[in-house]
Every structure is written in structure tokens, then in C-alpha cells.
Nanobody, 122 residues
Framework: HVQLVESGGGSVQTGGSLKLSCAAS????????MAWFRQAPGKERAWIAH???????SITDAVRGRVAISKDNANNAVYLQMNSLKDEDTAMYYC??????????????????RGQGTQVTV
């Protein structure tokens, strides 16, 4: 099955940008629904975006317009581009994979394969 490793997190000033990467191994991201979640201190883990096998993506309303998800099947990776970062974007960001996407908001518990996370501090 797929293994996932996130990178690209760090400290950034308000209004800045970061691009998070999720490197996959053991299987191809083209065979999965890939998603990004985040968990801020004291809050529940929340879905940010997902991209299906065909490349169709969906973004949560809270960050739409500032965030984009993409994937590179050749490099077996998924990315999360975040712009105009705000203090409330501070969180641990996780990459996750599921066999199938579902419509609407995604549940962490339906994503069987997950990375260890990368910290973003704004």
C-alpha cells in the first residue's frame, strides 16, 4: 500500500505563501483519492482539499481562493499551494489517501493511509 511523507512546512509571515508536498511510495497516487487535512491546536482535524484519480479537485469553503491542490503522477506526489496565509492557518498539515473519493466534505476516518504531518506556523 501507499506510504506518505509530507514536507514543506515551516514558519511564514502573515500574507506569505507555502507549498506543501506529499511524497508517495509503495504505490501510485494515480490509484487513490488524495487529500490534505489540518489540525490546529485545540481543534479537530479538518479537511482542506482533495483530488481524485482523474485530477478533479475540491476545496473547503474556508480556504477556497487561497489554496490549490495538485498532483504529479510522474513524480508520485501531491501538493498543497497556500497563499495569503493567515494566523488561523497555523496547524499540522496531513496528507492522506483513500481508495475512492466521496462527494462533499471528507472525513479523516475514511482515509486509510496517512502521513505524519508537517507543521505550518503563521
Amino acid at each position: 500500500h501507499v506510504q506518505l511523507v509530507e514536507s514543506g512546512g515551516g514558519s511564514v509571515q502573515t500574507g506569505g505563501s507555502l507549498k506543501l508536498s506529499c511524497a508517495a511510495s509503495g504505490d501510485s497516487v494515480s490509484r487513490y483519492c488524495m487529500a490534505w487535512f489540518r489540525q490546529a491546536p485545540g481543534k479537530e482535524r479538518a479537511w482542506i482539499a482533495h483530488i481524485d484519480r482523474t485530477g478533479r479537485s475540491s476545496i473547503t469553503d474556508a480556504v477556497r481562493g487561497r489554496v490549490a491542490i495538485s498532483k504529479d503522477n510522474a513524480n508520485n506526489a501531491v501538493y498543497l499551494q497556500m497563499n495569503s496565509l493567515k494566523d488561523e492557518d497555523t496547524a499540522m498539515y496531513y496528507c492522506a489517501a483513500a481508495k475512492y473519493c466521496v462527494d462533499g466534505e471528507q472525513s479523516w476516518y475514511t482515509y486509510r493511509w496517512r502521513g505524519q504531518g508537517t507543521q505550518v506556523t503563521v
